[in-house]
């Protein structure tokens, strides 16, 4: 259908099934940074529903770790949850934007660190029941220092922790932040 603004379906013959029919839609909110949309949908048992989702910018996320294998982290307050979170430091794609590009902007602009060896860690969809958000992976090694560059408006606190501290704070509901503890799992996974 027409101004579809979801990604392209990505499916195969076996789900067939399970998938939603897009009938109508609307956009109901264009914000700053999020676009709200209210779609008419047919379920795969004929009835017919509403689904409203968030169209978001992609985003990345960077694990930075230092030579001594400790990592650079944020702490940094989200008001819709009206509280400080420990995070891996991220950012939204701008327009025409790599998520490389993207990811070497936001380490220095967020740590105040370049890297000199990147890698893909992988892929994430944050929020699947209600936005389009995905966000990509990587790790930044070989670390140097070179002041921060924050956005105007953004203040946080860098820190350095080591795998098993970010354990440890996961453990006792201090790390809830989504995509960091996703991270955080497939780093370890893979070392």
Not at 131 to 141: C, K, N, Q, R
Request: net charge negative; proline share 5%; glycine share 6%.
């Amino acid at each position: 259908m027409a101004n579809d603004p979801r990604p392209a379906r990505t499916s195969v013959s076996s789900d067939r099934h399970l998938e939603e029919t897009r009938i109508d839609g609307a956009q109901v909110f264009d914000g700053a940074l999020l676009n709200v949309h209210r779609d008419a949908v047919r379920l795969p048992d004929g009835t017919s529903t509403i689904r409203e989702y968030i169209i978001h910018p992609d985003a990345v996320l960077i694990v930075p770790v230092l030579a001594d294998g400790r990592f650079v982290v944020e702490r940094q307050f989200r008001y819709p949850l009206h509280r400080v979170f420990i995070e891996f430091p991220a950012g939204k794609l701008d327009e025409g934007e790599s998520p490389l590009a993207t990811a070497q902007r936001e380490l220095t602009e967020e740590t105040g660190y370049i890297a000199t060896r990147w890698t893909r860690l992988g892929l994430i969809h944050p929020t699947v029941s209600y936005s389009t958000e995905t966000i990509e992976l990587y790790v930044a090694e070989d670390l140097t220092h070179v002041g921060q560059r924050l956005d105007d408006g953004e203040l946080l606190d860098v820190i350095e922790m080591t795998f098993v501290e970010l354990l440890d704070c996961l453990d006792r509901g201090e790390l809830t932040d989504a995509k960091t503890v996703a991270a955080l799992l497939m780093y370890g996974r893979r070392r």
